[in-house]
């Protein structure tokens, strides 16, 4: 999926998970830093268009609900519920991410009795290891 913004790519050829902004996000992640990888999303996000814009916006909600109920100690999931009607509306896997596997390792990490460990959840690419940074 082409990085959109105006009329279908300001960056021709780079794909959304391309972008450095997108790449740093997913190693915020990983390393359970929620709120930073959220920030880092935003900016892509703001250019973003149609699937790359419900992925990310997914992507930055999950984060939110992560960080709410690690840092804040909320037991609400209103920011998970959030994040999938747009995952439900986009493929198994978008961008080379395994949304599937996301969705289920975030779910847990909200239900877990403690905080998960560094790369867990994480994005991981389709059918293989972690999204690369």
Known sequence: MVFCGAGRGTLPGMTVSGSVDFRRGAALFARGEWWE???AWERPWLTARGD????????IL??????KRWVHGS???RNYDKALRYL???PAGYAGVDL??????VWDALQGPSRPE??????????GGLFPA
């Not at 599937?100 to 390792?105: E, I, Y």
């Not at 560094?118 to 059918?127: C, D, M, Q």
């Open 118 to 127: 560094s790369g867990r959840p994480a994005l991981r690419v389709v059918g």
């Open 62 to 67: 999950l984060a939110a609900a992560l960080h």
């Open 37 to 39: 990888a959220h920030e």
């Open 88 to 90: 439900d509306a986009l």
């Open 52 to 59: 790359d814009r419900a992925f990310l916006q997914a992507l």
């Open 100 to 105: 599937v596997r996301l969705r289920a390792d």
């Open 75 to 77: 037991l609400t999931h």
